[in-house]
């Protein structure tokens, strides 16, 4: 197939550019050119405009992606409305489907655990037509951003927003993947640093807010992730759908600490701490009740989709990648032992 991945270079849009590369697929990327990466020579590269994001499609690049006549477009960065329309608008015509990367946070429940609406919890395990989200634009600041905020663009996101105009276009049909917390890898939200760098620093104790330790989000290890975007993007039947991707069993808070510590030899303790006694520093400041468990059947029924390690050598490749490729920049403040030392010894 001839499929044209826009924003592969980092991360996850790399790692499934790399995994639709090893099946053989014909490639093209769509980029800006601000990430060097190593991707095969076959792969064609088309430039996007520097100074704006990839959202935007120049004429010159849509002249680049009609002469290559992607079968596929997986499109890895649509986070607002006018990015879909404009993906859409510059899109149909060319290519034969699209397949959009979205977020388990359209959830009504992903809502409830960030403060936002209220009632009662809703059912669990989330399927694809569980509810979502009542309140729109769940970055939204008050008062908005200014307009040279680099940030600005989180006042418009909304992946509900995005799914309603790619699922809308018969023009281009399209398919939808809802992604869970990836982790593994190349993560630069660096998912499981904070407890890694106390183990390596040799702490004598995590400490955990006991209801936030109790608490289950939906993870995915990148290279299974990258395994769904390809069968996604491949599978014929995948098109007019919606898919839950998601490791077959979700850990608490609490396990997955435990599994990182065990796996990096921590002789350490793990303390939990009555709700809501952390200092503010420590805690995740989210709505613990509501857990985010999605059930992932329908992808592993219709187009096969499987882990192909077990969680523990996942990890295992996590906690070496984390060490070797520590965050460029860490804030003090998050590693406040002082503060920990004092709070565990009145306690």
């Keep these: 197939m001839r499929i044209l991945v826009i924003g592969g270079t980092r991360f996850i849009g790399l790692a499934a550019v790399r995994r639709l590369s090893e099946q053989g697929h014909t490639l093209a990327v769509y980029h800006r050119g601000q990430t060097e990466v190593d991707l095969p020579s076959s792969i064609q590269h088309i430039q996007a405009d520097s100074t704006q994001t990839t959202a935007h499609f120049t004429s010159e690049a849509v002249a680049a992606i009609r002469s290559f006549a992607p079968d596929v477009v997986v499109h890895m960065i649509l986070f607002t409305e006018e990015d879909a329309q404009r993906a859409i608008e510059n899109l149909k015509g060319i290519a034969g ?10 959830y009504r429940a992903f809502g409830r655990v960030n403060g936002l609406g209220s009632g009662p919890l809703d059912p669990l395990p989330l399927t694809e037509d569980s509810p979502l989200r009542e309140q729109l634009y769940p970055h939204r600041a008050d008062p908005p951003r200014a307009d040279d905020s680099p940030d600005k663009w989180q006042d418009q996101y909304d992946k509900i927003l995005v799914e309603r105009v790619v699922m809308g276009e018969p023009e281009l049909p399209g398919t939808v993947l809802r992604l869970p917390a990836v982790y593994g890898p190349g993560d630069y939200q660096h998912r499981h640093f904070s407890f890694l760098k106390r183990i390596d620093d040799q702490r004598p104790f995590i400490l955990l807010d006991e209801a936030e330790a ?29 898919y839950n991707v998601a490791e077959a069993a979700t850990l608490s808070l609490e396990q997955r600490v435990r599994l990182v510590t065990r796996l990096a030899g921590w002789q350490g303790r793990i303390i939990l701490v ?48 984390e060490r070797a490729n520590p965050p460029a920049k860490i804030d003090p403040q998050d590693f406040n032992y002082s503060l920990e030392d004092t709070f565990v010894a009145e306690i």
């Design 97 to 106: 489907r699209m397949v959009a990367i979205s977020s388990q946070d359209v």
């Design 274 to 321: 009555p709700p809501g006694r952390l200092p503010e520093a420590l805690k995740w400041n989210i709505h613990p009740e509501q857990d985010i468990i999605v059930d992932s059947t329908r992808i592993r029924e219709e187009l096969g989709y499987q882990e192909a390690l077990p969680i523990g050598e996942a990890m295992q490749r996590t906690i070496a990648w």
């Design 214 to 242: 109790r608490w289950r989000w939906a993870h995915g290890y990148i290279d299974d992730v990258a395994s769904a975007i390809a069968l996604a993007a491949t599978n014929e039947r995948a098109s007019g759908r919606i």
